[in-house]
């Protein structure tokens, strides 16, 4: 490598970063949310209350994440539509992804009773958890709506690199619910409705914080002038059916990986309460080093969409690279991070010493799934900035297979440890087939 390539390399890198920290700083605030309701409810009540908050958050996982292709599918699009430097496109996506949020919102509340029976039908919990999973969940689907409309406009945030708006809005999110949560939990002793009420209400004010930012950025003073100007773009035929073919494929996807979760998480209740605790525990490390990753994953999806819109291969591959590299350096931090210092942070998450005991002596399961879990996330980012949405379900249905059949396996033997193993296997398993997919892509681009 020539003096001047380190040279443009190192500044890359630094871009990448500069890109990437209000991302991770956003994404980190969320698991903090997790965070601060396990130590709210791990203080003030009982292993029931944190097994029914685990529960409670892994339906809406189902309901909410169910739906994520309105961020990831909004995100590739607008991504290449700003690489091709086509406005109106940009525009009338955004229209597009909120109108389709706002709807999917309205009829989970119409749906409310039978999704939260159903759901709450398949827990295998203990009846106490079951009744506490029920008040969590009737009180927080309100929200449904603003939930999904905001993905749609971090979606659009992502896709254009404004990073910055979407550090406000997400940290504004995240504050607020921990505020609103603490407040009624601790202040006014409502436990797990408690958790609920304050999260519903800060989705829908953060709504509005979004929906203000995003189309002032974009420099759209009249949203409803706008919208009449770009009605015809917007309803165009063909392009409704390559956004509603891309959602189809991620939203399997999403499923698909929320199983995942969800088998890995019913299995640790079927060990009792305790292991159930302990997991949850556990999950809340994963899920705060996953929103690290994540942020290099959305830098990952910004870039590759533009420059794949852009149909500029080199520039792809070079930003790939340089990603992916600091992705790695990340995961292997955080792994070692999470393996030496859980003991300092297991007890700050819960008062139970059967959960602390649990928790701390499967900490160097989850520290492993950290560390290899970056090839994914970036392969996942990638794939979804070039919207190349098949590939990223059939991967995610393939190790979904290989999790459920290892697990049954390991978990005869192993228990709960085995059930570690074979997580850490299904993301393995993941990016191995993204990975074998990927040439694809460059295949593409070469033509």
């Known amino acids: 490598m020539t003096s001047v390539e380190k040279i443009t390399s190192h500044k890359n890198y ?13 994404n980190a605030s969320a698991p903090l949310l997790g965070l601060a309701d396990t130590a709210a409810i791990g203080q003030t009540g009982t ?49 597009r ?55 749609s406009l971090l979606g659009a945030f992502i896709g254009l690199g404004w990073t910055r708006q979407l550090l406000v809005v997400q940290v504004f999110l995240n504050v607020l619910n921990i505020l609103l949560n603490v407040t009624f939990v601790v202040g006014f002793d409502m436990g797990v409705e408690g958790i609920a009420l304050g999260t519903a209400l800060a989705e829908w004010i953060s709504l509005f914080l979004a ?14 002038d706008r919208f009449l100007a770009l009605k015809s773009h917007i309803l165009n035929k063909e392009k409704l059916i390559a ?26 209740a079927k060990f009792g309460d305790t292991i159930l605790a302990a997991n949850h525990v556990l999950l809340q490390f994963v899920s705060l080093s996953a929103f690290f990753l994540d942020g290099f994953a959305h830098v990952a999806e910004m870039l590759s969409g533009r420059a794949f819109g852009a149909k500029d291969r080199s520039l792809f591959i070079r930003e790939v690279k340089h990603a992916s590299i600091l992705a790695g350096g990340t995961a292997f931090i955080l792994a070692v991070g999470i393996y030496f210092l859980s003991g300092v942070f297991i007890p700050l998450l819960t008062n139970d010493p059967q959960v602390q005991t649990i928790a701390s002596s499967h900490s160097v399961y989850a520290a492993l799934y950290i560390l290899v879990s970056f090839v994914a996330f970036q392969l996942d980012g990638i794939f979804i900035g070039v919207t190349k949405s098949k590939e990223m379900r059939n991967a995610t249905l393939i190790a979904l297979v290989l999790f459920i059949a290892s697990a049954y396996l390991l978990i005869q033997d192993y228990g709960n440890a085995g059930l570690w193993v074979a997580f850490i296997f299904y993301v393995v398993v993941r990016g191995i087939a993204l990975g074998a997919y990927y040439p694809r892509i460059l295949r593409q681009m070469a033509v």
Do not use: C
């Not at 630094?14 to 700083?25: M, N, S």
């Not at 996982?61 to 539509?81: D, N």
């Not at 929906?211 to 974009?218: E, P, Q």
């Open 14 to 26: 630094r871009r990448i970063i500069k890109l990437a920290i209000p991302i991770i700083l956003a």
């Open 47 to 95: 292993a029931a209350d944190l097994g029914a908050i685990a529960l409670a958050s892994l339906i809406f996982s189902f309901v909410y994440w169910g739906f994520g292709f309105l961020r990831m599918g909004t995100t590739g699009f607008i991504a290449q539509a700003s690489g091709a430097k086509d406005t109106e496109e940009m525009h009338a996506l955004l229209y």
């Open 97 to 151: 992804s909120i109108f389709l949020g706002a709807g999917i919102g309205i009829v989970l509340i119409l749906l409310q009773r039978f999704i939260g029976e159903t759901s709450i039908s398949l827990l295998s919990a203990s009846d106490e958890i079951k009744s506490l999973v029920r008040n969590y969940f009737y009180i927080r689907i309100w929200g449904a709506p603003a939930t999904l409309i905001t993905y």
């Open 211 to 224: 929906s203000y930012l995003l189309f002032k950025k974009l420099g759209i003073k009249s949203p409803y």
């Open 243 to 268: 956004l509603f073919k891309v959602n189809s494929d991620i939203m399997i996807r999403t499923l698909a990986l929320i199983s995942g979760f969800a088998y890995f998480a019913n299995q640790g």
